[in-house]
């Protein structure tokens, strides 16, 4: 069955980076576009990236643009997000997702990423 | 860009049908049947219930159904049961290739 795991989240201080990983398995990873979601402690859901199967083409939210980078490494089933020059509000949990193009049809478990001092 | 317009909340009671809407532009929702909808319960992952406006994926109850009209989209739940008791929300695709999520709505079974 269709399983992603994410992992890579913690605690760190404002102005720190960190690298989230989602390990993939059950399907095709190389066939599929890969998504990341967060969302903040009590709040709704927000699109932060997606990567094309290929990981040719990368989509960012706005508001991220180059903080964050996201990749993949097909060989190893695995989809990333480098995240850089972290603030209190990208303090969320963070999901990956199965991006089928007209939505995203399984979703990982999410992993915390608290950005305080 | 805004997160597309969903109501705080919602609620009914066990055999009732709820309709939640989700308002967006012709940017979005209006020009693209590519709306989804997705429910979390808490402490848990979403889950796909509803794509391409109006499709269920195997496995999701035929209880949950979605429509949409201009830049507006709509989920209904017929039937309601307590198990249904959890946020909800829409999304679509946009003209800039991004996605663009719903506030989410809180629904109650009384």
């Known amino acids: 069955q269709v399983q992603l795991v994410e992992s890579g989240g913690g605690l760190v201080k404002p102005g720190g980076s960190l690298r989230l990983s989602c390990a993939a398995s059950?399907?095709?990873?190389?066939?599929?576009?890969m998504t990341w979601i967060r969302q903040a402690p009590g709040q709704g859901l927000e699109w932060v990236s997606s990567i094309s199967s290929g990981g040719d083409n990368r989509y960012y939210v706005d508001s991220l643009k180059g903080r964050f980078t996201i990749s993949r490494d097909n060989a190893k089933n695995s989809l990333f997000l480098q995240m850089n020059s972290l603030r209190s509000e990208d303090t969320a949990v963070y999901y990956c997702?199965?991006?089928?193009?007209?939505?995203?049809?399984?979703w990982g478990q999410g992993t915390l990423v608290t950005v305080s001092s | 860009q805004s997160a597309l317009t969903q109501p705080a909340s919602v609620s009914g009671s066990p055999g009732q049908s709820i309709t939640i809407s989700c308002t967006g532009a012709?940017?979005?929702?209006?020009?693209?049947?590519?709306v989804s909808w997705y429910q979390q319960h808490p402490g848990k992952a979403p889950k796909l219930m509803i794509y391409e406006v109006n499709k269920r994926p195997s496995g999701v109850s035929n209880r949950f159904s979605g429509s949409k009209s201009g830049n507006t989209a709509s989920l209904t739940i017929s039937g309601l049961q307590v198990e249904d008791e959890a946020g909800y929300y829409c999304?679509?695709?946009?003209?800039?290739?991004?996605?663009?999520f719903g506030g989410g709505t809180k629904l109650t079974v009384l």
């Open positions: 012709t940017s979005d929702v209006g020009n693209y049947n590519l």
């Open positions: 059950g399907f095709t990873f190389s066939d599929y576009y």
């Open positions: 999304c679509s695709y946009t003209a800039n290739n991004t996605l663009l």
């Open positions: 997702a199965r991006d089928v193009e007209t939505a995203l049809d399984q």
